[in-house]
């Protein structure tokens, strides 16, 4: 788990302004009662297949900027892991995605940031992805000509992903 909590910082109430009090899970207005749980934000992420092949985004902003990622990112409050990673497909890459099955479950870091990621695999709809968004460039791989370790964003979670995905398809 990260040592940076979403709450570090936190002095004030957003409710009635008055100071809030950190406990070692929370933080608590004294004032008007406000509680607030740290929490990890969650992500959905999806690695589209054509056959042995895997789509990667190179990331065009930091953190990892330069590095290859899967498609994906965080979802919204009060939306659905599936209908965000819609969303950020369409975003990303300018077409639709029919999932397939779920890959795994990660924890991870943004930024200092503790999340809970959740991984597909499926395929894309007819067309040719176009990179948009925070993507530089979308490239088509080979299982076996994956970007190397130091290529992948998110110190290792990618290559771990990438890993599992890999034994999927011997």
Do not use: K
């Amino acid at each position: 788990m990260s040592s940076v909590s979403v709450l570090d910082g936190w002095r004030f109430c957003p409710i009635c302004g008055e100071a809030i009090a950190r406990a070692a899970d929370r933080v608590e207005c004294a004032s008007c009662g406000f509680v607030l749980y740290p929490h990890s934000a969650v992500t959905a992420s999806v690695l589209p297949e054509d056959g042995d092949r895997v789509l990667l985004a190179r990331r065009a902003v930091e953190p990892f900027r330069g590095s290859w990622d899967v498609i994906g990112g965080f979802i919204h409050e009060g939306e659905h892991p599936l209908d965000g990673l819609r969303r950020e497909v369409r975003e990303e890459t300018r077409l639709d995605v029919e999932i397939d099955r779920l890959l795994g479950i990660w924890m991870g870091d943004y930024a200092g940031r503790s999340t809970l990621n959740l991984f597909w695999t499926g395929r894309l709809a007819q067309g040719e992805p176009q990179a948009t968004d925070d993507v530089a460039e979308l490239r088509w791989f080979a299982r076996d000509a994956l970007p190397s370790s130091a290529e992948l964003a998110f110190d290792g979670l990618i290559a771990t992903v990438l890993d599992a995905w890999r034994q999927q398809h011997p």
